[in-house]
């Protein structure tokens, strides 16, 4: 039996809780300390590597989107670079927010450049909105067990229901129609844990529908955004995991930012874990209650 990546996130969930950290880092976020006699991309490793340092073992995984870097170009990608190799020296699980959604040659292209090469992650974020063929180039790194995706199916912003919520010919919402066409294509990539290497991007800002779609989409795990900043609550996304597993919560601002709250600058990284921890127990705490 093939060993696939969703096993090791899976146990790592069982660890250390369902904590994903966003490292969407803008230099707007970064204290002036660390800016203090560094370059820009010099900054936002070094940022990135105390907030890795202090929470890596109270967190399931790293999201890293790569936006943040993009925008400030090499100096960005370079410190993109650097921050996914310190992750993966450290044994972390990486989860590049790419979000592609191109076919044929360029998504092979695509498919080359982040799961292979110098900006190598474990997972990536994918559009199916073009077609499942858009996700076909992915699937040959993930027949050999060390990659997986996250496919968007229902996402977090309010103009989901632009396209995402219009009603199909068979009674069903759009962003049913891609789940269920994920599901199939991810039967041929099951975990011993039971989850597929083809995962979901499911945002838990529309709470009503929580435990339909996790009951309805049981191998698919999922990646959550919408806690916290854009305002998903312990409770909410506890409707989306399977006792507490079956998914990971990603935070960015909340926990880079949490040292705004108390003006503690200089222990930047010690409120990351602090809200990691925070988070993690919350949502524990929400799952035993549902």
Known sequence: MTNYIIDKLYNRVEERGVVCVGLDTALSYIPDHIKEGRT????IFEFNKQIIDATWDVSACFKVQIAYYEALGLEGLIAYKKTLDYLRDKGEIIIA???RGDIAAT????AKAHFDGDFEADFITLSPYMGMDSIEPYLPYLEKGSKGVFSLVRTSNPGAEDIEYLDTT????????VADKITEMGKNYTGSCGYTAIGGVIGCTHVEEGKKIRSNYSNMFFLIPGYGAQGGKAE?????????????????RGILLAYKKENREKEFALCAREEAIKMRDAIRE?????
Do not use: C
């Open 40 to 43: 820009d991309s010099e900054a």
């Open 97 to 99: 927010d790419i979000k």
């Open 107 to 110: 998504a092979t292209m695509y």
């Open 170 to 177: 068979g009674d069903k919402k759009v962003y049913e129609v």
């Open 236 to 252: 909410d996304v506890a409707l989306y995991l399977n006792n507490g597993n079956g998914g990971v919560v990603n935070s960015s």
């Open 286 to 290: 929400a799952v035993k209650n549902i």
